[in-house]
Nanobody, 124 residues
Framework: VQLVESGGGLVQPGGSLRLSCAASGGTFSSLGMGWFRQAPGKEREFVATISGRWTGNRLYYADSVKGRFTISRDNARNMVYLQMNSLKPEDTAVYYC????????????????WGQGTQVTVSS
């Protein structure tokens, strides 16, 4: 599976962005997908994940984004999205999507096939 993220940019605090992740190869609908982010000088951290269709498309979020971010998927288009609302300066990071391979859903080691990332900058 190959992943390509898009949709990042510069936004003011309180604004919104929608990130997209296009997947090619594999049986997309059965794949769990996740979003992570990495700010300068910090470790990559979990943002959100959505399981595959055979496990009911379950959703999990990091506490820091719960209520502000929404992960979703369109299996017909092989796409996964991250709708980000009420953005804060601390949301500034490179955002990555990845394929869940098994393990603890909030751990980077549970994912592979990482995309190249898309930069999100929240600043006035």
């Amino acid at each position: 599976v190959q992943l390509v993220e898009s949709g990042g940019g510069l936004v003011q605090p309180g604004g919104s962005l929608r990130l997209s992740c296009a997947a090619s190869g594999g049986t997309f609908s059965s794949l769990g997908m996740g979003w992570f982010r990495q700010a300068p000088g910090k470790e990559r951290e979990f943002v959100a994940t959505i399981s595959g269709r055979w496990t009911g498309n379950r959703l999990y979020y990091a506490d820091s984004v719960k209520g502000r971010f929404t992960i979703s998927r369109d299996n017909a288009r092989n796409m996964v999205y991250l709708q980000m609302n009420s953005l804060k300066p601390e949301d500034t990071a490179v955002y990555y999507c990845a394929v869940f391979k098994g393990g603890t859903y909030y751990s980077t080691t549970a994912y592979d096939a990482w995309g190249q990332g898309t930069q999100v900058t929240v600043s006035s």
